[in-house]
């Protein structure tokens, strides 16, 4: 196990998604304790605490709730002795629209799930964070450095959080956390499945032509592959890594 790990607890804010599910498993099989948390499919979080032979464990929270964040935060903090990591996995089934396309309510919505869940996670978690000299990693968005036209509702809030990222890296630092995102491109799971499978899909054969055209690498990504670089990101080996945004997008953004 990384010495990171080694007191408290690994927290995955969205366990039950296609990444967050990867997330666990990664650390959990490092030999970390590892909480996680699910929105609405417990049958996925439940199957998941299987697959980790009963050694995880998850609760349901809505991120919105700054209330109900709080009083998780601390039940876990004392539970687990402390919180070391906080992985934010949270995805939403934010759709493709255009901006002309978007009404207020939807955009209000959207940035309450987004940005103010994840500024409510933070809030509650930084005193645990301070403690153990631990790190954020969230989880975003390759559209940061090569705008999708459609994806603004996806894009945009997570825009403002990568500036709340490198807030914490910069007045946090002194404290001894960190904190560092991982900026998606397509990743064959979780919410890209859903949208998928949508009828009237964004996701056509034209749209797939049209993004494979823009990858270096002829693939979409693993959600192995993003748990790797969030396994990184949180452990000891990146210790002097902070404020970062790290594409994992095929190159996408070159």
């Known amino acids: 196990m990384d010495k990171q790990f080694e007191k408290g607890c690994v927290f995955v804010i969205g366990g039950s998604g296609g990444v967050g599910n990867a997330c666990v498993q990664r650390f959990y099989e490092d030999g970390a304790k590892v909480v996680f948390t ?46 070391n990591t906080i992985i934010n996995a949270a995805g939403f ?7 002309s396309e978007i009404t207020p309510e939807l ?9 103010n869940g994840f500024f409510n996670i933070v ?24 705008y999708p036209p459609g994806d603004v509702l996806s894009v945009a809030p997570k825009a403002t959080i990568e500036h709340a990222i490198k807030g914490i890296a910069k007045e946090e630092g002194i404290h001894g956390v960190r904190a560092n995102s991982i900026a998606l491109g397509v990743i064959d799971t979780g919410i890209f499945h859903r949208l998928l499978n949508e ?14 055209n823009t990858l270096a690498i002829k693939r979409f990504g693993l959600a192995e592959e993003v748990a790797g670089v ?14 970062h945004s790290i594409p994992i997008d095929g190159g996408y953004h070159i």
Not at 49 to 58: A, H, I, L, P
Not at 107 to 115: C, G, H, L, Q, T
Not at 202 to 211: I, Q, R
Not at 230 to 243: E, K, N, P, R, V
């Open 123 to 146: 809030s509650a978690s930084l005193p645990y964070i301070r403690l153990a000299m631990g790190s954020y990693v969230f989880i975003s968005s390759a559209g940061l450095f090569k």
């Open 93 to 99: 089934n934010i759709p493709q629209k255009f901006i």
């Open 230 to 243: 969030a396994y990184f990101l949180a452990s000891s080996q990146s210790g002097y890594i902070t404020g």
């Open 38 to 83: 699910y929105n609405q499919n417990e049958s996925a979080a439940k199957k998941l605490k299987e697959t980790c032979k009963n050694q995880v464990e998850y609760f349901q929270l809505a991120n919105q709730d700054n209330e109900q964040v709080k009083k998780l935060m601390d039940h876990i903090s004392e539970q687990y002795g402390g919180i």
């Open 107 to 115: 955009w209000r919505k959207v940035i309450d799930e987004d940005v």
């Open 199 to 212: 009828h009237d899909s964004f996701f056509d054969d034209k749209w797939h032509e049209a993004v494979m």
